[in-house]
């Protein structure tokens, strides 16, 4: 199983984008489809539809929840090409009806490279570099900006040391005589958590966006000592802790969760997915036993 897993929060558009990303990308599927009933959502019928679905051989989960929260390019999704046939596919599907943040061109760091939303408002960076070898297509990238600007190289050394297995594998830094004044901060910062590839960078320009529970990276946990340890490491914002939820220093978002929950959630029985689903969202850190308790029915016995 998959430790990390990047979260995308949607209006009402989860499975809809789910099925249009998977069909852009070799060694992609739905996995799963889950509604969750009396959800505390904007949604009309107070239900939430939760998803898992695999591109490129990673797994990402998305959920319509209502409009709460909005997709920004505060974290977009890098994705490496070999070919310029499929950076020019890639580009046409997803810039199509989006907002080009960077157009599709020449740059230093690429011959061909674009950065753009897409129709659902997921920001994705399409890069061209046709003599690396590809061991993770999708890279989740954090950009650090407004409040958050210059603290890149710090959220990549503090993550590194939360996770045991972890490395940096590369920092490169604006010049010093950088035209608007980054110089020493962050340009690309390459990381590993857990076998999987993340990239941080500061940005000092104001773009008007900053991290928001819209997507979240969530930590699969075998044990209750185990979310406690992430809990405690990662939890800074006591306010934003809330049925599994948290956010970390930096303002971003996580989610902890017991791996024992995807088979909970997977449940053929309506009632018992029902139970599972109040028990957890009054919840802060999420706690096993009671969770293991309301799938058995034992809640309704005490």
């Known amino acids: 199983m998959q430790k990390i897993v990047t979260h995308l929060w949607y209006d009402k558009e989860?499975?809809?984008a789910a099925e249009f990303y998977i069909k852009l990308f070799d060694h992609s599927s739905i996995d799963s489809v889950v509604t969750l009933n009396d959800t505390p959502s904007d949604t009309p019928s107070g239900s939430a539809e939760s998803i898992v679905f695999t591109l490129a051989g990673q797994t990402f989960m998305s959920i319509s929840a209502g409009p709460t929260f909005k997709l920004n390019p505060s974290v977009s999704l890098q994705v490496i090409c070999n070919t310029l046939a499929e950076v020019n596919h890639l580009w046409k599907q997803l810039s199509k009806n989006g907002s080009i943040?960077?157009?599709?061109?020449?740059y230093?760091?690429?011959?061909?490279?674009?950065?753009?939303?897409?129709?659902?408002g997921l920001s994705w960076q399409i890069i061209y570099l046709p003599d690396q070898l590809i061991s993770q297509k999708i890279t989740p990238t954090m950009l650090f900006t407004g409040e958050q600007y210059g603290k890149a190289e710090e959220a990549i050394e503090f993550y590194t040391s939360v996770f045991a297995n972890a490395a940096i594998d590369g920092l490169s830094y604006y010049s010093e005589d950088d035209e608007q004044g980054q110089g020493g901060k962050v340009m690309h910062g390459m990381f590993n958590l857990e076998g999987q590839n993340f990239v941080a960078m500061d940005s000092v320009i104001d773009h008007g966006f900053t991290f928001t529970e819209a997507i979240s990276f969530l930590?699969?946990?075998d044990t209750q000592e185990e979310i406690d340890?992430?809990?405690e490491k990662l939890?800074?914002?006591p306010e934003a802790?809330?049925?599994g939820w948290l956010k970390d220093k930096y303002g971003f978002s996580w989610q902890i969760s017991p791996t024992i929950m995807n088979d909970m959630m997977n449940t053929t029985d309506r009632v018992q997915l029902d139970r599972v689903t109040q028990a957890f969202l009054p919840m802060k850190?999420?706690?096993i036993a009671e969770l293991k308790k309301a799938y058995e029915g034992q809640l309704e016995k005490e």
Not at 108 to 115: L, M, Q
């Open 101 to 106: 943040l960077m157009p599709l061109d020449t």
């Open 14 to 16: 989860a499975l809809e």
């Open 229 to 231: 340890y992430f809990w």
């Open 108 to 120: 230093p760091f690429s011959e061909k490279y674009g950065w753009t939303e897409d129709k659902y």
């Open 241 to 243: 802790e809330q049925c």
């Open 235 to 237: 939890s800074f914002v």
């Open 285 to 287: 850190k999420i706690n």
């Open 219 to 221: 930590v699969n946990c």
